[in-house]
């Protein structure tokens, strides 16, 4: 069974920095597409930022040049740099991967930014 593994979410205050992680767990294969949504209360949820194997990150256009994701395909592990974080971060955070048109979604991580 595929799963989508995340930690790293917490309480920072504005102008700080977390570090998510998001482990695949349960296939062989590393997933073509691996990335994170948001979805803050009230609203709907929204691209973060997602990483093809081998290609370029794209990204939410609320977060360039602050927000950076990167891939070790070795473990299998998607990971979201956050800095300057502000209010307006605050969200459920979602790992998300996709493989062979099957999307796969992890059970999301708090951030609050907050002072």
């Known amino acids: 069974q595929v799963q989508l593994v995340e930690s790293g979410g917490g309480l920072v205050q504005p102008g700080g920095s977390l570090r998510l992680s998001c482990t695949h767990v349960?296939?062989?294969?590393?997933?073509?597409?691996m990335g994170w949504y948001r979805q803050a209360p009230g609203k709907q949820r929204e691209l973060v930022a997602t990483?093809?194997?081998?290609?370029?990150?794209q990204y939410g256009d609320s977060v360039k040049g602050r927000f950076t994701i990167s891939r070790d395909n070795a473990k299998k592990t998607v990971s979201l740099q956050m800095n300057s974080l502000k209010p307006e971060n605050t969200a459920v955070y979602y790992c998300?991967?996709?493989?062979?048109?099957?999307?796969?979604w992890g059970q999301g991580t708090q951030v609050t930014v907050s002072s």
């Open positions: 998300y991967g996709r493989e062979s048109g099957v999307e796969y």
């Open positions: 990483l093809p194997g081998g290609g370029r990150g």
């Open positions: 349960g296939s062989i294969f590393n997933m073509y597409v």
